[in-house]
T-cell receptor, first 116, second 115 residues
């Protein structure tokens, strides 16, 4: 597809389980972002990948959260030992950033995580 | 920490009226100010953006007004329609800090247009 694809669209899990969320960015987009959006709230930055540079992990809320990206392709966000406060929509966005200039972000539809 | 302060948090406007959402920033290095629109169940999408070399940008019923000296910018929606009901996020970024450090979102405004 032409847009950012995220899977699963919905995930219900039990407290303490690990979850993995996937993001397929738009082809050719060097930058990839993960955001968390709690119900009715704003966009909380989690992590940013730019090409082969070291990722900016400054937004990750705890060491239970981690993310990987292979080159300029798929990214996975992993949440270990999930807690109820992790319940939120996790949004992925990609952008054709170049030489430090932030371009338009294209967002996926998000993965809705519910931790029981 | 760099911040973009957005207000109001929620807004109700009658159909045909003007919706106004305001944002203020602190870092004078910001040089790109986009607005994103988010419908329920969807990801945000770029609506309109402005750079500080102009004071106003208009696209259809949507206008950004920019006041560099006051470090404020606002979104005006003319002739508001029920289909405009959505959450709107302002943002700011800077060239030298491209990437996550350079892009900061406001907390969003939930806009409802009443028929």
């Amino acid at each position: 597809g032409a847009g950012v694809s995220q899977s699963p669209s919905n995930k219900v899990t039990e407290k303490g389980k690990d979850v993995e969320l996937r993001c397929d960015p738009i082809s050719g987009h060097t930058a990839l972002y993960w955001y968390r959006q709690r119900l009715g709230q704003g966009l909380e930055f989690l992590i940013y990948f730019q090409g082969n540079s070291a990722p900016d992990k400054s937004g990750l809320p705890s060491d239970r959260f981690s993310a990987e990206r292979t080159g300029e392709s798929v990214s996975t966000l992993t949440i270990q030992r999930t807690q109820q406060e992790d319940s939120a929509v996790y949004l992925c966005a990609s952008s054709r950033n170049s030489r430090g200039v932030t371009g338009e972000l294209f967002f996926g539809e998000g993965s809705r995580l519910t931790v029981l | 920490q760099q911040q973009v302060k957005q207000s109001p948090q929620s807004l109700i406007v009658q159909k045909g009226g003007i919706s106004i959402i305001n944002c203020a920033y602190e870092n004078t290095a910001f040089d790109y100010f986009p607005w994103y629109q988010q419908f329920p169940g969807k990801g945000p999408a770029l609506l309109i953006a402005i750079r500080p070399d102009v004071s106003e940008k208009k696209e259809g019923r949507f206008t950004i007004s920019f006041n560099k000296s006051a470090k404020q910018f606002s979104l005006h929606i003319m002739d508001s329609q029920p289909g405009d009901s959505a959450t709107y996020f302002c943002a700011a970024s800077m060239r030298s800090g491209g990437g996550a450090d350079g892009l900061t979102f406001g907390k969003g405004t939930h806009l409802i247009i009443q028929p």
